[in-house]
């Protein structure tokens, strides 16, 4: 079987990965043998999701950004501001609004084993610090290919750019782009810190992913192959869990280490982002699902309650 990803084998998301590959190796008595093609090296996340329905890669991993064009309610997790903590994302990939959107996978010829996650995601440039919402006009940020993510970055006063991952590194470094929206580890291992002087927390996203298999493949397999499959997958949660959170407390420090500068946006200023971009989730809400809408903030809020 092959696995694609797009980051690095140096990102939790790649570490999971191999732990993947090591639990369904085990469980199976060795008779699957996966391997893990990292830095988009079969295609970006479209293009992967695309080949795992097509049959023509087994595994694949996609941001929930990134599997909108399939299952377009996953976009739910890109409304700006949504999440204040990773305990409230988890609670909703946990819980039955997560289970419910693996269960749009099938009729996409996918399917939906489990969730890891980029974490939060954050803004760096070449410009200037971040501090207060007119420091993002007329930045030129490359953005996901995604329309929320583009209307939100526009809803900031930015000039958003959709562009492939794998496009990124070179478009900073040419300055034909001014900065990127990440998460801190993704920043690391893309080795963003070479190109970028200033990094912000923004929190304006947290962004899960997915782990698909093509349905296709999945049909030819017998219940207990499946278990394995998904058996691991859920292993591979707890691990990238401890592994990713860890790795998120150290990287800032790294990320200064290396030269970035970096700062935070005061409560009153992250007010005034929060504003800006409350249209973009008004807007999409129909779009999504008010119900579903409606049930994931009722989850968040049942989290921040006890927090």
Wanted: proline fraction near 4%; charge should be neutral.
């Amino acid at each position: 079987m092959k696995f694609s990803y797009a980051v690095s084998a140096t990102n939790p998301v790649g570490l999971a990965v191999n732990k993947f590959i090591e639990v369904a190796k085990e469980k199976s008595g060795g008779k699957f043998k996966i391997t893990g093609y990292p830095d988009a090296q079969l295609g970006n996340e479209i293009q992967s999701m695309s080949s795992a329905q097509g049959g023509i890669v087994e595994l694949s991993v996609v941001s929930t950004a990134g599997a909108t064009s399939n299952v377009k309610e996953l976009g739910i997790f890109d409304l700006p501001f949504m999440f204040h903590s990773v305990e409230e994302a988890d609670a909703v990939i946990d819980g039955p609004v997560g289970k419910k959107l693996l269960e749009k996978f099938p009729s996409k010829n996918l399917i939906g084993l489990c969730y890891w996650d980029y974490g939060f995601r954050q803004v760096t440039n070449s410009k200037h610090p971040i501090q207060k919402l007119e420091d993002f006009n007329g930045l030129k940020l490359r953005v996901l290919q995604n329309s929320i993510y583009i209307d939100t970055f526009k809803a900031l006063g930015a000039n958003p750019l959709p562009l492939p991952y794998p496009e990124t590194y070179t478009a900073l470094e040419s300055k034909a782009i001014d900065g990127q929206e990440s998460s801190y580890l993704v920043t690391q291992s893309s080795g963003y810190q070479e190109i970028q002087p200033y990094l912000t927390e923004t929190q304006h996203v947290f962004l899960p992913a997915v782990v698909l298999v093509s349905k296709r493949f999945w049909d030819k397999l017998n219940a207990d192959e499946r278990a394995v499959l998904s058996d691991s997958c859920s292993e591979s949660v707890t691990y990238f869990r401890q592994v990713s959170r860890q790795m998120e407390k150290d990287v800032v420090k790294e990320l200064v280490g290396a030269g970035m500068k970096f700062n935070t946006i005061d409560p009153e200023q992250k007010a005034r982002l929060i504003e800006a971009t409350a249209s973009v989730t008004k807007k999409y809400k129909a779009q999504l699902g008010a119900e579903l809408v409606d049930e994931t903030l009722a989850t968040i809020q049942k989290v921040r309650g006890k927090q």
